[in-house]
């Protein structure tokens, strides 16, 4: 059985990654999607319906001179949460797995922002959900490791946008979910933590060039529901996450060296949070869950590696989006739907 993190941290359709990636697709917000997940022990129908620039005017945001509209856009073929989007070159969204109203999908579908509208492609070899999808540099995507009715998964394929179609690759040498992946200057793939019924320090990398895995150093502590954020020095940083307890503690990968080393810790333990890298070089970590909603945020700076707190979040919140903007500012959207036991 998949292990649960406690307490109610289950998290259905995340809408606001979604969203956002779809404004990514026309133009509005480039950004780097990045996304967290858990999962829950009942299912809820999931919402097809994702919104675009239209209509219904939001509340500007500081500074900024024209508020966020939205209006409504093509739905998807099949409902699905705990799926994955990834921009690809072409301007299409690639929407892959997840799990839907009869259970674990393998379907996928492409959204065309000049039409509005999903069409499918190609289906994945092994329907997953809580898995990964990293956009690799020959513009191809990644789908490793994630959850299925088979268990823990190890395997990974590969999506060909020319032809749209999937093909197996290297398996992961460690069943996980819940991790992260990172794609590294080197073209590279790190794969970092995760959970199999045991929380994870292993870590991977994927090599495009050979389509294999191999290890790497392994993290200091065990955890998932973490961030990793690349930084401008090429290293990783992995910071707070789940393992039993939430974590303060954050590390930095050297691909260099292969090696983690500890750095400084979160002021607040979190799991389920977001991190952002700022035009400056710092990254913002905010929002989370630690036996409740978190509101705090704090500012990471590699050169000291230290953290700072800075203003809150006027709404506490966890399995949120944080999307650097333009403008240099960090636009926090949605929040876990529903709770399940």
Do not use: C
Not at 115 to 130: D, E, M, V
Not at 133 to 161: M, W
Not at 224 to 239: I, R, S
Not at 306 to 334: C, D, E, F, I, M
């Amino acid at each position: 059985m998949k292990k649960q993190i406690n307490p109610n941290i289950k998290a259905y359709l995340l809408r606001g990654a979604f969203y956002l990636l779809l404004l990514v697709a026309v133009g509005v917000i480039p950004f780097a999607l990045g996304q967290s997940r858990s999962r829950g022990t009942t299912k809820q129908s999931a919402v097809a319906a994702p919104l675009l620039l239209g209509s219904a005017p939001l509340s500007p945001l500081p500074g900024s001179d024209t508020p966020f509209t939205f209006d409504n856009t093509g739905s998807l073929n099949t409902a699905r949460y705990e799926h994955t989007a990834t921009l690809l070159p072409n301007g299409m969204v690639l929407v892959a797995g997840g799990q839907g109203n009869s259970g674990d999908l393998s379907s996928a579908e492409l959204y065309d922002p000049a039409s509005g509208s999903w069409s499918a492609t190609g289906s994945l070899n092994i329907a997953r959900a809580y898995h990964t999808a990293t956009l690799l540099p020959n513009g191809k995507v990644l789908v490793a490791g994630g959850y299925s009715t088979f268990g823990y998964l190890s395997s990974a394929e590969l999506y060909n946008p020319a032809s749209g179609s999937w093909s197996t690759t290297g398996n992961l040498n460690t069943t996980r979910n819940e991790h992260t992946a990172t794609l590294l200057p080197n073209g590279k793939v790190l794969v970092a933590g995760g959970d199999n019924g045991n929380y994870l320090t292993s870590a991977e990398l994927y090599d495009p060039a050979s389509g294999g895995w191999s290890a790497t150093g392994s993290l200091g502590t065990a955890r998932a529901y973490h961030t990793a954020t690349l930084l401008p020095n090429g290293k990783v940083l992995v910071a707070g996450g789940y393992n039993g307890s939430y974590l303060s503690s954050a590390e930095l990968y050297d691909p260099a060296s292969g090696t983690w080393s500890a750095t400084g810790s979160l002021n607040t333990a979190r799991a389920l949070h977001t991190a952002t890298l700022l035009p400056n070089g710092k990254v913002l970590v905010a929002g989370g869950y630690n036996n409740g909603y978190l509101s705090s945020a704090e500012l990471y700076d590699p050169a000291s590696g230290s953290w700072s707190a800075t203003g809150s979040l006027a709404t506490a919140r966890y399995v949120h989006t944080a999307t650097l903007l333009p403008n240099g500012q960090v636009l926090v959207a949605g929040d876990r739907v529903t709770a399940a036991i």
